[in-house]
Protein backbone atom coordinates (compact mmCIF):
# COMPACT_ATOMS: atom_id res chain seq x y z
CA UNK A 1 0.00 0.00 0.00
CA UNK A 2 1.12 3.24 -0.97
CA UNK A 3 2.35 5.36 2.40
CA UNK A 4 1.92 8.95 0.53
CA UNK A 5 -1.42 11.02 0.04
CA UNK A 6 -1.59 12.88 -3.15
CA UNK A 7 -1.63 15.94 -2.75
CA UNK A 8 -0.84 16.81 -6.83
CA UNK A 9 -3.32 19.32 -8.45
CA UNK A 10 -4.86 20.84 -5.38
CA UNK A 11 -2.78 24.18 -4.78
CA UNK A 12 -3.90 26.68 -6.15
CA UNK A 13 -5.09 27.77 -8.84
CA UNK A 14 -7.88 25.20 -8.42
CA UNK A 15 -10.00 24.76 -11.36
CA UNK A 16 -13.53 26.92 -11.07
CA UNK A 17 -16.35 25.05 -10.18
CA UNK A 18 -19.46 24.87 -9.13
CA UNK A 19 -22.28 22.14 -7.51
CA UNK A 20 -25.67 22.31 -6.06
CA UNK A 21 -25.88 22.06 -2.04
CA UNK A 22 -25.02 19.68 -0.75
CA UNK A 23 -22.30 18.83 -3.41
CA UNK A 24 -21.20 15.40 -4.63
CA UNK A 25 -17.72 13.92 -4.62
CA UNK A 26 -17.78 12.61 -8.27
CA UNK A 27 -18.14 16.49 -9.53
CA UNK A 28 -15.09 17.50 -7.44
CA UNK A 29 -11.68 18.35 -10.19
CA UNK A 30 -9.01 17.27 -8.98
CA UNK A 31 -10.94 14.00 -6.97
CA UNK A 32 -9.97 14.32 -3.13
CA UNK A 33 -7.55 11.69 -1.60
CA UNK A 34 -9.30 10.22 1.51
CA UNK A 35 -6.46 7.88 2.66
CA UNK A 36 -8.08 5.21 -0.37
CA UNK A 37 -4.82 3.70 -1.04
CA UNK A 38 -2.45 5.92 1.61
CA UNK A 39 -4.05 4.58 4.90
CA UNK A 40 -2.60 2.00 6.99
CA UNK A 41 -4.17 0.95 9.95
CA UNK A 42 -2.45 -1.09 12.84
CA UNK A 43 -5.60 -2.26 15.06
CA UNK A 44 -5.23 1.32 17.58
CA UNK A 45 -9.39 0.99 17.84
CA UNK A 46 -9.96 -2.99 17.20
CA UNK A 47 -13.48 -3.96 18.38
CA UNK A 48 -14.45 -0.21 18.59
CA UNK A 49 -17.70 1.02 17.77
CA UNK A 50 -18.43 4.45 15.96
CA UNK A 51 -20.91 6.81 15.05
CA UNK A 52 -20.04 9.26 12.25
CA UNK A 53 -21.76 12.16 11.20
CA UNK A 54 -21.27 13.42 7.63
CA UNK A 55 -19.25 9.91 7.22
CA UNK A 56 -20.41 10.07 3.50
CA UNK A 57 -17.90 12.49 2.16
CA UNK A 58 -15.04 14.77 2.90
CA UNK A 59 -13.44 14.36 6.60
CA UNK A 60 -16.46 11.99 7.32
CA UNK A 61 -15.19 9.63 4.78
CA UNK A 62 -11.15 9.90 5.50
CA UNK A 63 -12.27 9.18 8.90
CA UNK A 64 -14.56 6.42 8.49
CA UNK A 65 -12.06 4.74 6.22
CA UNK A 66 -9.23 5.25 8.99
CA UNK A 67 -11.41 3.68 11.67
CA UNK A 68 -11.96 0.75 9.77
CA UNK A 69 -8.70 0.21 9.30
CA UNK A 70 -7.88 0.90 12.55
CA UNK A 71 -10.78 -2.25 13.45
CA UNK A 72 -13.74 -0.44 14.05
CA UNK A 73 -17.71 -0.91 12.90
CA UNK A 74 -18.73 2.48 11.70
CA UNK A 75 -22.72 3.80 11.35
CA UNK A 76 -22.12 6.50 8.70
CA UNK A 77 -24.81 9.29 9.25
CA UNK A 78 -25.14 11.68 6.04
CA UNK A 79 -28.07 13.87 4.88
CA UNK A 80 -28.75 12.30 1.17
CA UNK A 81 -25.66 12.13 -0.18
CA UNK A 82 -26.84 8.19 -1.09
CA UNK A 83 -24.03 7.43 -3.66
CA UNK A 84 -20.98 8.78 -1.58
CA UNK A 85 -22.20 6.75 1.31
CA UNK A 86 -22.64 4.06 -0.40
CA UNK A 87 -18.48 4.38 -1.66
CA UNK A 88 -17.54 5.09 2.14
CA UNK A 89 -19.41 2.07 2.97
CA UNK A 90 -17.73 0.07 0.45
CA UNK A 91 -14.28 1.15 1.47
CA UNK A 92 -15.18 -0.03 5.45
CA UNK A 93 -16.50 -2.86 4.50
CA UNK A 94 -13.01 -3.83 2.58
CA UNK A 95 -11.31 -3.36 5.80
CA UNK A 96 -13.13 -6.22 7.29
CA UNK A 97 -15.53 -4.17 9.22
CA UNK A 98 -19.15 -3.88 9.39
CA UNK A 99 -20.92 -0.65 7.86
CA UNK A 100 -24.56 0.93 8.92
CA UNK A 101 -25.83 3.58 6.45
CA UNK A 102 -28.33 5.81 7.59
CA UNK A 103 -29.91 9.15 5.92
CA UNK A 104 -31.74 11.59 6.80
CA UNK A 105 -31.13 15.60 8.50
CA UNK A 106 -29.65 15.69 11.81
CA UNK A 107 -30.97 18.71 13.01
CA UNK A 108 -33.95 17.36 13.83
CA UNK A 109 -33.54 15.86 17.56
CA UNK A 110 -35.21 12.81 17.00
CA UNK A 111 -33.52 11.64 13.95
CA UNK A 112 -30.35 12.33 16.46
CA UNK A 113 -31.99 9.43 18.60
CA UNK A 114 -32.71 7.19 15.65
CA UNK A 115 -28.99 7.30 14.63
CA UNK A 116 -27.72 6.63 18.30
CA UNK A 117 -30.45 3.94 18.69
CA UNK A 118 -29.53 2.80 15.45
CA UNK A 119 -25.73 2.02 16.17
CA UNK A 120 -26.26 0.27 19.86
CA UNK A 121 -29.18 -2.14 18.46
CA UNK A 122 -26.73 -3.29 15.29
CA UNK A 123 -23.41 -3.14 17.41
CA UNK A 124 -24.65 -3.07 21.36
CA UNK A 125 -23.43 0.20 22.22
CA UNK A 126 -21.23 3.18 21.05
CA UNK A 127 -17.42 3.73 21.95
CA UNK A 128 -16.36 6.70 19.53
CA UNK A 129 -18.93 9.49 18.34
CA UNK A 130 -17.53 11.75 15.47
CA UNK A 131 -19.56 14.86 15.55
CA UNK A 132 -18.67 15.93 11.71
CA UNK A 133 -21.35 16.82 10.05
CA UNK A 134 -21.63 20.85 8.87
CA UNK A 135 -23.61 23.23 6.81
CA UNK A 136 -22.07 26.46 5.45
CA UNK A 137 -22.95 29.12 3.10
CA UNK A 138 -21.04 32.23 2.18
CA UNK A 139 -22.68 35.57 2.47
CA UNK A 140 -20.96 38.77 1.62
CA UNK A 141 -23.05 41.46 3.25
CA UNK A 142 -24.81 40.69 7.02
CA UNK A 143 -28.45 41.83 5.24
CA UNK A 144 -28.03 39.20 2.94
CA UNK A 145 -28.33 36.73 5.65
CA UNK A 146 -32.18 34.91 5.72
CA UNK A 147 -33.07 34.27 9.53
CA UNK A 148 -33.72 31.04 8.43
CA UNK A 149 -30.35 30.56 7.14
CA UNK A 150 -28.89 31.41 10.85
CA UNK A 151 -31.60 28.95 11.92
CA UNK A 152 -30.52 25.62 9.94
CA UNK A 153 -26.44 26.57 10.69
CA UNK A 154 -27.04 26.70 14.12
CA UNK A 155 -29.22 23.47 14.08
CA UNK A 156 -27.00 21.36 12.10
CA UNK A 157 -23.32 22.62 13.23
CA UNK A 158 -24.36 22.93 17.28
CA UNK A 159 -27.63 21.64 18.16
CA UNK A 160 -27.10 18.50 16.91
CA UNK A 161 -23.85 17.89 18.71
CA UNK A 162 -26.04 18.20 22.27
CA UNK A 163 -28.81 15.90 20.83
CA UNK A 164 -26.58 12.95 19.94
CA UNK A 165 -24.25 13.42 22.57
CA UNK A 166 -26.92 13.93 25.06
CA UNK A 167 -28.33 10.83 23.32
CA UNK A 168 -24.66 8.42 23.17
CA UNK A 169 -23.28 9.43 26.34
CA UNK A 170 -25.73 6.85 28.19
CA UNK A 171 -24.35 4.13 26.05
CA UNK A 172 -20.70 4.81 26.21
CA UNK A 173 -18.46 3.45 28.51
CA UNK A 174 -15.17 4.50 30.65
CA UNK A 175 -12.93 5.09 27.52
CA UNK A 176 -15.27 6.26 25.50
CA UNK A 177 -14.26 9.27 23.12
CA UNK A 178 -16.57 12.37 21.61
CA UNK A 179 -14.31 14.53 18.94
CA UNK A 180 -16.37 17.36 17.26
CA UNK A 181 -15.36 18.99 14.23
CA UNK A 182 -14.78 22.59 14.54
CA UNK A 183 -12.29 25.24 12.55
CA UNK A 184 -10.33 27.52 12.18
CA UNK A 185 -12.91 29.87 11.88
CA UNK A 186 -13.70 28.99 15.89
CA UNK A 187 -10.63 31.12 16.54
CA UNK A 188 -10.07 33.34 13.36
CA UNK A 189 -13.81 33.85 11.77
CA UNK A 190 -13.88 34.36 8.08
CA UNK A 191 -16.62 37.16 7.75
CA UNK A 192 -18.18 35.70 4.56
CA UNK A 193 -19.22 32.66 6.71
CA UNK A 194 -20.40 33.99 9.34
CA UNK A 195 -23.13 31.82 10.49
CA UNK A 196 -21.16 28.97 9.60
CA UNK A 197 -18.03 30.62 12.10
CA UNK A 198 -20.24 31.55 14.60
CA UNK A 199 -21.30 27.78 15.41
CA UNK A 200 -17.81 27.03 15.36
CA UNK A 201 -17.05 29.34 17.98
CA UNK A 202 -19.89 27.36 19.97
CA UNK A 203 -18.61 23.82 19.27
CA UNK A 204 -15.46 24.56 20.59
CA UNK A 205 -16.66 25.98 23.69
CA UNK A 206 -19.34 22.87 23.86
CA UNK A 207 -16.35 20.86 23.42
CA UNK A 208 -14.35 22.32 26.66
CA UNK A 209 -17.96 22.35 28.61
CA UNK A 210 -19.15 18.69 27.93
CA UNK A 211 -15.48 17.27 28.89
CA UNK A 212 -15.34 19.07 32.12
CA UNK A 213 -19.01 17.41 32.80
CA UNK A 214 -18.56 14.18 31.70
CA UNK A 215 -14.67 13.13 33.30
CA UNK A 216 -16.21 11.53 35.69
CA UNK A 217 -18.19 8.90 33.55
CA UNK A 218 -14.20 8.42 32.04
CA UNK A 219 -15.71 9.81 28.70
CA UNK A 220 -12.85 12.49 27.01
CA UNK A 221 -14.64 15.07 24.22
CA UNK A 222 -11.88 16.96 21.99
CA UNK A 223 -12.56 18.53 19.05
CA UNK A 224 -9.96 19.08 15.88
CA UNK A 225 -10.41 22.14 14.52
CA UNK A 226 -8.94 21.50 10.69
CA UNK A 227 -8.05 24.81 8.13
CA UNK A 228 -9.13 24.92 4.41
CA UNK A 229 -9.36 21.23 3.12
CA UNK A 230 -10.88 19.83 0.01
CA UNK A 231 -14.21 18.72 -0.25
CA UNK A 232 -17.61 18.79 -1.38
CA UNK A 233 -18.84 21.34 0.86
CA UNK A 234 -16.25 23.78 -0.82
CA UNK A 235 -17.41 23.81 -4.48
CA UNK A 236 -21.17 23.47 -3.02
CA UNK A 237 -21.35 26.73 -1.07
CA UNK A 238 -18.13 28.99 -2.51
CA UNK A 239 -18.36 31.12 -5.30
CA UNK A 240 -16.02 29.71 -8.25
CA UNK A 241 -13.47 32.32 -8.23
CA UNK A 242 -13.13 31.56 -4.50
CA UNK A 243 -13.13 27.86 -4.75
CA UNK A 244 -10.25 28.71 -7.31
CA UNK A 245 -7.74 30.09 -4.33
CA UNK A 246 -8.89 27.83 -1.65
CA UNK A 247 -6.01 27.52 0.46
CA UNK A 248 -3.94 29.92 -0.98
CA UNK A 249 -3.24 32.47 1.79
CA UNK A 250 -2.30 29.68 3.96
CA UNK A 251 1.72 29.05 5.11
CA UNK A 252 1.76 25.98 3.05
CA UNK A 253 -0.13 27.00 0.26
CA UNK A 254 -2.92 24.66 -0.06
CA UNK A 255 -6.38 22.99 1.04
CA UNK A 256 -5.64 19.87 3.04
CA UNK A 257 -6.42 16.51 1.49
CA UNK A 258 -8.93 14.74 3.91
CA UNK A 259 -7.10 11.76 4.57
CA UNK A 260 -3.78 14.64 6.38
CA UNK A 261 -7.10 15.09 8.64
CA UNK A 262 -7.79 11.63 9.71
CA UNK A 263 -4.68 11.10 11.66
CA UNK A 264 -5.85 13.21 14.84
CA UNK A 265 -9.37 11.64 14.82
CA UNK A 266 -7.81 7.98 15.29
CA UNK A 267 -5.62 9.00 18.08
CA UNK A 268 -8.06 10.92 20.09
CA UNK A 269 -10.16 8.33 19.28
CA UNK A 270 -7.36 5.65 20.87
CA UNK A 271 -6.27 5.04 24.18
CA UNK A 272 -3.36 6.66 23.56
CA UNK A 273 -5.50 9.72 24.19
CA UNK A 274 -6.24 9.08 27.49
CA UNK A 275 -5.45 12.29 29.30
CA UNK A 276 -6.38 14.21 26.45
CA UNK A 277 -9.67 15.53 26.89
CA UNK A 278 -11.03 19.17 26.06
CA UNK A 279 -8.68 20.01 23.56
CA UNK A 280 -8.65 21.47 20.35
CA UNK A 281 -6.44 20.23 17.88
CA UNK A 282 -5.03 22.59 14.99
CA UNK A 283 -4.79 21.16 11.76
CA UNK A 284 -4.36 24.31 9.26
CA UNK A 285 -1.67 24.19 7.22
CA UNK A 286 0.64 26.48 9.52
CA UNK A 287 -2.11 29.33 10.41
CA UNK A 288 -1.81 29.89 13.90
CA UNK A 289 -5.33 30.19 15.84
CA UNK A 290 -5.67 32.70 17.85
Not at 170 to 196: C, F, K, Q, R, V
Amino acid sequence: MDSSISTQGIEPPLPKQQQEVPGTTKGMQPAPDHGETSYSGSGRLQGKRALITGGDSGIGRAVAIAFAREGADVLVSYLCEDEDARETARWIEDAGRRAILEPGDISDAAHCRKLVEKAVGEFGGIDILVNNAAHQMTFDNLEDIPDAEWEKTFATNIHAMFYLAKAAVPHMGEGGSIINTASINSDNPNPTLLPYATTKGAIQNFTAGLAQLLADKGIRVNCVAPGPVWTPLIPATMPPERVADFGKNYPLGRPAQPAELAPPYVMLASGEASYISGATIAVTGGKPLI
